[in-house]
């Protein structure tokens, strides 16, 4: 083989041996660009309203803790949260706002709670949305709870 055909070749044998050895990583269950489903708070966290719905239409509680893991959450490490939780430490109001319209209950005091745990993460537009017009107690900001 001459070395101009040599060159021209070794691309294409590249990429035809990467396709195959990709194509066999699929067949033996490898999924390299897979996204993982999400859990709802991991959905809240990140501001992915529609895998959210997903999520619950599918039976999964809005009221309910589940696991984040730090890739979505940095230093969630596993830790389970509410959707409502995980949103106001991501600094996400308009998904505690679509939480609340779709009927997820926040009263005086867990309002309170979650702009304490959105203001330990500097999360200001969760804090501003919480807080509203509303006068909250005061958190204690090295717990990201009230006093």
């Known amino acids: 083989m001459t070395r101009p055909a040599l060159v021209v070749s070794l691309p ?8 195959l050895l990709f194509v066999a990583g699929e067949c033996a269950g490898l999924r390299p660009f897979a996204k993982r489903e ?8 990140e501001g992915d309203a529609p895998a959210m719905m997903r999520q619950v239409y599918g039976g999964s509680s809005p009221l309910d803790r589940y696991a984040v893991q730090s890739d979505v959450l940095a230093g969630a490490n596993g830790e389970r949260f509410t959707p409502l939780e995980a949103a106001a430490m991501a600094n996400r109001a308009a998904i ?3 939480l609340e319209r779709w009927g997820v209950p ?5 309002r309170a709670r979650l702009a304490c745990l959105a203001e330990a993460r500097h999360a200001g537009d969760a804090v501003g949305f919480l807080k509203g017009e509303r006068t909250l107690p005061p958190c204690n900001t090295a717990a990201g709870a009230q006093d």
């Open 106 to 110: 926040i009263d005086d005091a867990e």
């Open 96 to 98: 505690i706002d679509v």
């Open 38 to 45: 999400l859990t709802v708070a991991e959905a809240a966290a």
């Open 12 to 19: 294409v044998v590249g990429a035809i041996a990467g396709t």
